[in-house]
């Protein structure tokens, strides 16, 4: 096993000690094409207001950007979406991935171009703290199908057709409670719960 790693940390130009360490590990995906799962601050950081994402409801720190395929809202065309600058170019490629695995047609038949709003200053729908949508840093998709309290199978993205879906998002590094706690599957945010 050492000399295998040896041999691939001498192919990937490193030190050759025969230990996979995070320089190793970094590189050898980089190498596969794999990249990084960025960690993103827990929504209990975010709401103390000292995470990167910074204070809540600050127009600064958002940006607008136009979606790779066209998302709609409540029935009209969205021109474009208001997020965290910090997590806009995750939310750009991630809609690009999506437009690439699906295709416009399957899209629109699972209801992932059906947009639900990203930044809004408001509180969780328990109403006892701030939403992440008040730092930009959540988006709904599909909200006539998956309320807040429909849970899997009846929440449409729940469905194993939106596996791939979620598995994009997540490869981002965003959390969806549907996934995590089984309710407010339209939801996903680049916060830990
Ligand atoms: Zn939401």
């Known amino acids: 096993m050492k000399t295998t790693i040896r041999r691939i940390q001498q192919h990937l130009g490193l030190a050759q000690d025969g230990i996979i360490g995070p320089v190793t590990l970094r590189a050898i995906c980089s190498a596969l094409g794999i990249r990084e799962v960025p960690t993103w601050p827990t929504q209990t950081e975010v709401r103390r207001g000292t995470s990167i994402f ?41 809609l690009e991935e999506v437009l690439q695995h699906y295709g416009p047609e399957k899209i629109h038949r699972l209801g992932l171009d059906q947009y639900g709003g990203s930044y809004n200053f408001r509180p969780t729908a328990t109403g006892r703290s701030l939403s992440m949508h008040a730092w930009g840093i959540a988006l709904d998709f599909a909200p006539a199908t998956n309320a807040y309290a429909l849970k899997s199978p009846r929440a449409t993205l729940s469905h194993p057709a939106c ?7 997540e490869a981002h590094g965003a959390t969806s409670l549907g996934r995590a706690r089984n309710y407010d599957w339209m939801h996903l945010q680049f916060a830990g719960l």
């Open 163 to 169: 596996e791939a879906w979620w598995r994009i998002w």
């Open 54 to 94: 910074g204070d809540p409801g600050r127009e600064e720190q958002l940006v607008n950007i136009i979606p790779a395929y066209q998302l709609y809202f409540e029935g009209k065309p969205v021109r474009s979406i208001r997020v965290h600058r910090l997590i806009a170019p995750h939310v750009k490629a991630a």
